[in-house]
């Protein structure tokens, strides 16, 4: 399963998604430490969550348009920095002395409505990558890499945060704002281009129930 990551644009694939969730993991746990210091009320945190909860439905619905109707890798891309870009106006209203409450329920909110852009835009890129039999080997390699990321940032999050403090962990998750060179357009070697399928399914699953296409093994997971 590892000489899969001896192909280059895979490769690019993998450490990008890799980079970008172990940042995400280690951005959530800054933010919810730093909702906490503003009043230090449990309360505070749980509506962090539904600000972040909340819109991933609503960017759920519209993620598999705007990955149908535009360049997959470059849309991976201004995800990145749009969400790069929301992370930043933390370090700078802290430093301002103008961070409220409010200002981290958007910062979270942006997150979660663009959160699944690069959820459900990753796994599409990998046929384009890798065919045949290597491509469910490739698709474990990519599910390993989530979950293990997840919990790598979490944890290296809990490690920095007494050491540097959350506002720079920020800063450092944001400082690349997009830190996934398999998005960067023109990164993929030359060659023809293939036409891109419509997202009428996982790359992984199979289309999705009601979709075109023919019914797939099972439903997508949630």
């Not at 000489?3 to 644009?9: C, D, E, I, T």
């Not at 991933?56 to 890798?73: I, M, Q």
């Not at 491509?135 to 390699?141: P, S, T």
């Not at 890499?145 to 944890?155: E, I, R, T």
Request: proline share 9%; hydrophobic share 50%.
């Amino acid at each position: 399963m590892l000489r899969l990551l001896r192909r280059g644009p895979f490769a690019l694939l993998w450490a990008g998604a890799t980079v970008l969730t172990t940042g995400d993991a280690m951005s959530w746990v800054a933010l919810v430490w730093l909702v906490y210091q503003q009043r230090g009320q449990a309360g505070d945190v749980a509506a962090l969550a539904v600000a972040y909860t909340a819109p991933v439905a609503v960017g759920g619905l519209l993620a598999g348009r705007l990955l149908d109707r535009f360049d997959r890798r470059r849309l991976l891309a201004a995800d990145n920095l749009v969400r790069g870009l929301a992370f930043l106006t933390v370090p700078v209203a802290a430093a301002l002395g103008l961070l409220t409450l409010t200002h981290l329920y958007l910062v979270a909110a942006c997150y979660g409505l663009l959160k699944m852009v690069s959820l459900a835009g990753f796994p599409t890129l990998i046929p384009a990558d890798v065919e045949g039999a290597d491509l469910q080997r490739a698709n474990a390699l990519e599910g390993l890499s989530f979950g293990v990321s997840q919990a790598a940032g979490a944890a290296l999050a809990a490690l920095l945060l007494p050491v540097a403090g959350a506002v720079p962990l920020l800063v450092v998750d944001a400082s690349p704002i997009s830190p996934t060179p398999s998005a960067w357009p023109g990164s993929r070697p030359a060659g023809p281009r293939r036409r891109r399928p419509p997202m009428t399914g996982d790359a992984r699953w199979g289309p999705w129930p009601g979709s075109s296409g023919a019914p797939g093994p099972c439903a997508p997971p949630l």
